[in-house]
């Protein structure tokens, strides 16, 4: 076992091991329904103040750092992930319950987005460059204008529950806020503190291998809403990355906007993810697309962010093949360990409460047991769904309600009471494109991400995806924090007008050190 794989309940200050001044606890095993050595500590108001102010000083440093210094410091990081081998998958297995295929897999992931963001730097059009040639002729003449991107200065990360590694301490909002130059903040999730810690020493030697000011990053340790809403507070934050709750989300958005300097608060909260079986798709189709959805449903326990949450279709003999279909499939899949027993006692108790409500028809319901979750299958009426705003609520868990339509009308009716959503799916053959062609343009208002002939599980890590979407999907629909359009969150424009050469930023010289993209009087251009 290596040094940085030794796990000691320290929070990481600027590089520096510190002990929280705080409440002590400890992750939990949900498997083995036990406690997990070492204690782990909250940091304090003073501690947070600390690393909030290394982040302040480091991020002209951090900022001025060229492209290629920074994309180094993420294969750096990768590297340093990479070479804590089998300690990180073991001990987050331990704290999550998560099966060691799932765990590998995230880390690969996390690594590739490391790698995707390293790329992104070196093709050079992240910073959005743009040159107005004076025209000194014109009357009234025009300056010389010149515009780039530049970080918005320290941001603070909230790590998520249900992927450690991927969405967590070197997540999409920790390594797009570095590709900015922006140090990070980091609160660790408290149910796997001990995973957060390996990582986040990784890191901390990237840093340090790297030469880069100590304060480029720090992980606060500790339970409880206060840390969060601290450091949040603290003067020095100029923007936030969130993936949780709704509740917590929107009470992380009211400190954010509270502030003497309000912040922009980027919260990845709650969604239902309908999926649309349009009438030609469902007829030819029927089984198979159930067969994948009861997959989608139950993926990893239904503890995605993009569970398919709501089904609707036309009511009829193609429909009742449907959930026939998806019935059996989900009657073999047992029950399974959740993150944490307060999801799982979340999701019980939301399964019962729609197990009991009058307008709601049970299909299929697990047998729960302790700290486990299983599958959910309900059906309920388009008027009842329409009526009831409390039907459109997520459920954290594989459960779903399928709706029966009346119509297609009903149906698009349906489409536009939804909120923002992360995803929509349409199934569809050729003969549905007018019907599909009708509901586009509401699901483009209503969700970041549209799938045709998919299910919603499964983010891919890349250029053109969009993870995000209006309210209460997110907390800012213009955003998302997976692929690389996550760096845009952190960034802020700036012109410069008639500046000597000497003094622009090297991106914007005449001649600069390398050629990227600009777009140079109103075109796109490398030279």
């Known amino acids: 076992m290596s040094m940085t794989s030794i796990i000691t309940g320290q929070a990481l200050i600027g590089g520096r091991n510190v002990m929280g001044n705080g409440a002590s606890f400890q992750a939990f095993d949900p498997s083995k329904k036990q406690a997990i050595e070492p204690a782990f500590h909250a940091v304090d108001a003073q501690q947070i103040d600390q690393a909030c102010r290394l982040a302040q000083a480091a991020f002209d440093l951090f900022r001025a750092t060229s492209d290629e210094q920074r994309a180094v410091f993420l294969d750096t990081i990768a590297q340093q992930i990479l070479a804590l081998g089998d300690d990180l998958i073991v001990r987050a297995m331990t704290e999550s319950g998560l099966p060691r295929m799932r765990l590998e897999g995230e880390r690969g992931r996390t690594v590739n987005q490391l790698k995707l963001f390293a790329d992104l730097l070196r093709e050079g059009s992240w910073c959005d460059a743009r040159i107005d040639s004076a025209l000194p002729e014109r009357q009234p003449p025009r300056p010389d204008l010149r515009l780039r991107m530049i970080g918005l200065g320290p941001v603070a990360v909230f790590a998520a529950s249900n992927f450690p590694l991927a969405f967590s301490v070197a997540g999409g909002d920790t390594v797009s806020a570095f590709a900015a130059g922006c140090p990070v903040v980091l609160k660790a999730h408290s149910a796997h503190p001990g995973t957060s810690e390996l990582v986040a020493r990784a890191i901390v030697n990237a840093v340090q291998i790297c030469a880069l000011p100590a304060g480029v990053f720090s992980l606060l340790t500790g339970t409880g809403n206060g840390i969060g809403q601290t450091l949040v507070g603290h003067p020095a934050i100029q923007a936030v990355g969130f993936t949780g709750s709704r509740q917590g989300g929107i009470a992380l958005m009211k400190v954010a906007a509270a502030r003497a300097q309000p912040i922009p608060l980027y919260a990845e909260m709650s969604s239902i993810n309908p999926v649309f079986l349009l009438p030609q798709a469902l007829a030819a189709r029927a089984e198979e697309i159930a067969s994948g959805f009861a997959a989608s449903l139950t993926m990893g326990v239904g503890q995605f962010c993009t569970n398919p949450g709501v089904v609707l279709a036309l009511k009829g003999e193609d429909f009742s093949r449907f959930y026939q279909r998806a019935v059996a499939v989900l009657a073999d899949v047992p029950c399974a360990t959740m993150l944490t027993s307060g999801i799982a006692g979340s999701y019980q108790r939301g399964v019962q409460n729609l197990a ?172």
Request: proline content about 6%; charged content about 25%; aromatic content about 6%.
């Open 356 to 527: 009991g409500h009058a307008d709601i028809s049970v299909l299929a319901k697990a047998q729960m047991e302790e700290g486990k979750g299983g599958p959910a299958l309900f059906m309920t009426t388009g008027g009842a769904f329409l009526a009831q705003e409390a039907l459109h609520e997520e459920m954290f868990g594989p459960a779903s309600l399928l709706v029966e339509c009346d119509d297609m009308d009903q149906l698009r009716q349906i489409a536009e009471s939804l909120e923002g959503q992360l995803t929509a799916t349409v199934q569809m053959d050729d003969g549905d494109l007018e019907q599909a062609q009708q509901l586009l343009p509401i699901l483009e208002r209503k969700v970041g991400r549209i799938l045709v002939n998919g299910f919603p599980t499964g983010v891919e890590v890349a250029t053109a995806m969009v993870h995000g979407g209006p309210f209460p999907a997110t907390s800012d629909g213009r955003s998302s924090s997976v692929g690389t359009a996550a760096i845009q969150r952190f960034l802020r424009p700036v012109s410069y007008q008639n500046f000597p050469q000497s003094l622009l930023p090297a991106v914007l010289r005449d001649e600069p050190e390398f050629k990227i993209w600009r777009r140079r009087d109103g075109a796109l251009t490398k030279e």
